[in-house]
């Protein structure tokens, strides 16, 4: 079972782990603009950089989507999803607040499918039951080509490490 850190407490993550090379599952999630249903995972015509965070109503979480924003209108042929389980209105407030419009933030909230088949879902501690911070790239055939699990929730990914790998996977 995968772990990661909360304010330097490990905690347990539950769910089906993926890692690099495995078959990327396919799940719905609901995007926040219009309620709509959003595949992610599996094979698409675009490369897949599915950021990963626990509620977009947190400094760091706010902090890591606007930045992935600016970056995702850079990057040619990958699809963009911030995935969390805030609820797909407060999401999208958040959106028209924030100005973000270079990708799709998608809600997890009703059976955290996303977070169970991708082994993110935390499952003790204060933040039990809200997804990792985490980020994925799935290349175009559908597989795991990156997985950044952040060892410390309140702490923002590795933000270039994953740019880099979306950009390679894109590249093939």
Do not use: H, W
Not at 15 to 29: F, I, L, Q, R, S
Not at 104 to 117: H, L, Q
């Amino acid at each position: 079972m995968a772990t990661t850190k909360l304010k330097g407490n490990e905690v347990k993550l539950e769910g089906n782990e993926v890692n690099v090379g495995d078959k990327a599952p396919e799940v719905t999630v609901v995007n926040s603009e219009g309620l709509a249903d959003k595949k992610v995972g599996g094979a698409q015509d675009k490369v897949q950089l599915l950021v990963v965070v626990p509620s977009l109503d947190t400094p760091v979480c706010a902090a890591e989507t606007r930045k992935f924003n600016e970056k995702a209108a850079q990057l040619e042929g990958v699809d963009t999803t911030v995935i969390s389980m805030d609820l797909p209105f407060a999401a999208g407030r958040f959106c028209s607040a924030e100005g973000i419009e270079n990708l799709t933030v998608a809600s997890d909230f009703r059976n955290k499918d996303f977070a169970n088949a991708y082994g993110v879902l935390i499952a003790e501690g204060p933040l039990a039951g809200v997804t990792a911070r985490a980020i994925f790239v799935i290349d175009k055939n559908g597989n795991v080509a990156y997985k950044q699990i952040v060892p410390e929730i309140t702490e923002e990914p590795e933000y270039e490490e994953a740019l880099e790998a979306a950009k390679e996977a894109a590249s093939k």
